[in-house]
């Protein structure tokens, strides 16, 4: 069964709202999680790494005053896409690594925004 | 710095032909290196990874691929296509940083299976 929770699966939001997507890790602690943003038939771009306890760090291009991320605990990371614009229509999909017999990433369900 | 480099873009089969799609890598060290299958307007599924251990590797679904380090390539195969293997595969390297492991996707690879 599915190790990270991703919610909603899918969001219609009015231009100038504001969305919040929540990722959960279901049995396991991640004290990092990362954020992936996957446009139509093009690959998965990775747009922060959300740390618990501290800042995200976000990669070049990506504004974080946009995208508010926040770890509130060791289990949950939520990303708000904030004023969104139909140009934040995207895939957002979030991913946790587990430590164990090496470190696997697992991946949330993604959630298809669109944004009217 | 990593990067992944998918070679093609689309690939076409025949059911019960062989499928291969080809990965290419840069990594500054060791790599762990994945491939991952994606069906339209669903989530990523792991097929395979390697992390250093044997050079073949064995995935789900009949899927395999070899790590070459000569060669700096990752392809994955799979002796004969079924109609469900149609999909978007995505080769991954990981980027370690300070925060923990961030993966670093290839393009992506359509997969497209005719009967």
């Known amino acids: 069964g599915a190790v990270v929770s991703q919610h909603p699966s899918r969001v219609i939001c009015k231009s100038g709202t504001s969305v919040k997507i929540e990722c959960r890790s279901l049995?396991?602690?991640?004290?990092?999680m990362f954020w992936y943003r996957q446009f139509p038939k093009q690959s998965l771009m990775l747009m922060a790494t959300?740390?618990?306890?501290?800042?995200?760090?976000?990669e070049q291009g990506v504004e974080k005053d946009k995208f508010l991320i926040n770890h509130a605990s060791l289990t949950l990371s939520t990303l708000t896409v904030t004023s969104a614009h139909p140009e934040d229509s995207s895939f957002y999909i979030c991913?946790?690594?587990?430590?164990?017999?090496?470190?696997?990433?697992?991946f949330g369900q993604g959630t298809r925004l669109t944004v009217v | 710095a990593q990067s992944v480099t998918q070679l093609d873009s689309h690939v076409s089969v025949s059911e019960g032909t062989p499928v291969l799609l080809r990965c290419n890598y840069s990594?500054?060290?060791?790599?762990?290196l994945f491939w991952y299958v994606q069906h339209p307007n669903k989530g990523l599924q792991l097929l395979l990874k390697?992390?250093?251990?044997?050079?073949l590797v064995k995935g789900i679904n009949g899927f395999e691929a070899e790590f070459k380090k000569s060669e700096t390539s990752f392809h994955l195969t799979k002796p004969s296509a079924h109609m469900s293997d149609a999909a978007e595969y995505f080769c991954?390297?990981?980027?370690?940083?300070?925060?923990?492991?961030?993966?670093?996707f290839g393009k992506g690879t359509t997969l497209s299976v005719s009967s």
């Open positions: 049995d396991f602690q991640a004290t990092t």
């Open positions: 959300s740390n618990e306890g501290s800042k995200a760090t976000y």
């Open positions: 990594s500054s060290y060791s790599p762990s």
């Open positions: 991954v390297v990981s980027l370690l940083n300070q925060a923990g492991t961030a993966l670093i």
């Open positions: 390697y992390t250093s251990a044997a050079t």
């Open positions: 991913s946790a690594p587990r430590q164990g017999r090496g470190t696997e990433a697992f």
